[in-house]
């Protein structure tokens, strides 16, 4: 295997992110169309929030072992199979609406299939990036991935889905499944070998080699530091945001298009921050990305507490957004650039699990908190947290530590493509 060559984002970098960006598209307007195709078949609260729960239990059944075949087989391959299986199973669900054969039972088990896949791809898809980006290009990788995904599916997939699935209701779910096959294609002419080490394989159970990723992620202070943060911070969030509805209508006074443009807000804010973060990064270093980071964290809980400002809480959600792009670059670049490449993928699955689990948590927690204790009390709760979380890890990311672990050499053997004549 070669080292990569040269210092830019080539032309294996763009295949991957016009990949990304695209499946980002499809995926975006699927997951706009499918409860608009759920409400229109019903009325039941339980069948359509059980489309939620579809969404993020594939994220906790598949994280973990998908992390593992991850670090078994040719990364790139697995993403190629994956986004084939996808094509096949929405094209069954287009045929279905066009036909009047599909039904609600049938579009949840589409969509398990989906997200089973989307989970292991992701896994798979940041553990390939090291192996086409140059180590001094990760943050302006990560940011060009985040902001693609950003545009794509939180600014333009949304209007697009809603005003596809008034034409037809199988056009968005046909469109997932075009975007998914361009991105099978793309990423098949990805050049070389993807795998892990020349060597692996499934010689050890699922078990084990969970286990070992997780040992190794416990062992890494920083890395470990922000996987938790993550997992704890995102139940925050999610309970912050799953009642947010409900503070924008009865606190704020806005109606609907100015609840959508609080989110707008946020999505500009992240747009923003991945557009400018590697160059914002390098400028204030990560340590004071991750620490301003917190701060913001905790003063958007404040004024989402506090304000009945819409403006207030707008220019909060924005600055959350830039921040919320700052630190996924930063953790992402992190670790891969600590990771050895035989762990890449079940490091990677082990973060994605304890986000997603703080998903789920916050989901359940902010609307029993609101109901309970009353519409601000998530909010302040995510204060107190926060504040908490700023005490007991500001001395974690000092510039020291956070330097020696951008300084580190490339762990042995990292997994770069074979050279291809």
Known sequence: MTGIAGDRLD??????WTAS???????????????????????????????????????????????????????????????????????????????????????????FVVNTGEVVFRTAAQAVVPAVVPRSRLERANGWLGGGTQIMQNMVAGPLGGFLFVVAAAIPFAVNAGTYALSAVLVGLLAGSYRSSPGAGGRRS???????????????????????????????????????????????GLGSVGYGALFTCMAVGGLLGSAVGDRLI????????????????????????????????????????????????????????????ALMGRVGSTTLFIAAGGNCVGALLGGVVADRFGITAPYWVGLAVAVAVIGMTWRVFDRATVAAAYADPAPEGRDTPAAVA
Do not use: C, K
């Open 206 to 252: 699922v078990r084990a080699e969970v286990a070992e990723g997780f040992r190794w992620l416990l062992s890494q202070r920083l890395l470990r530091t922000m996987t938790l943060l993550i997992g704890l911070l995102n139940v925050t969030l999610t309970a912050a945001l799953a009642v947010l509805v409900l503070l924008a209508t009865d606190r704020l």
């Open 282 to 341: 390098t400028a204030i270093t990560a340590t004071w990305t991750v620490r301003v980071g917190l701060l913001i964290e905790a003063g958007l809980h404040l004024a989402l507490a506090a304000s009945r400002s819409a403006a207030v809480v707008g220019l909060a959600l924005f600055a959350f957004g830039v921040h919320s792009a700052l630190w996924n670059i930063v953790a992402n670049s992190l670790r891969q650039r600590l990771t050895p490449p």
């Open 21 to 111: 960006t695209m499946s980002a598209l499809g995926s975006g307007m699927a997951t706009v169309a499918a409860p608009l195709y759920v409400a229109s078949q019903t009325d039941d609260p339980l069948t359509v929030s059980a489309g939620a729960a579809v969404a993020w239990l594939p994220w906790l059944l598949f994280a973990l072992p998908g992390g593992v075949l991850v670090d078994r087989v040719d990364r790139r391959r697995l993403m190629v199979v994956i986004d084939w299986v996808r094509v096949a199973v929405l094209a069954v669900l287009a045929a279905a609406l066009v036909t009047d054969r599909a039904g609600v039972p049938l579009l949840y088990a589409v969509l």
């Open 11 to 16: 032309g294996r970098f763009a295949r991957l």
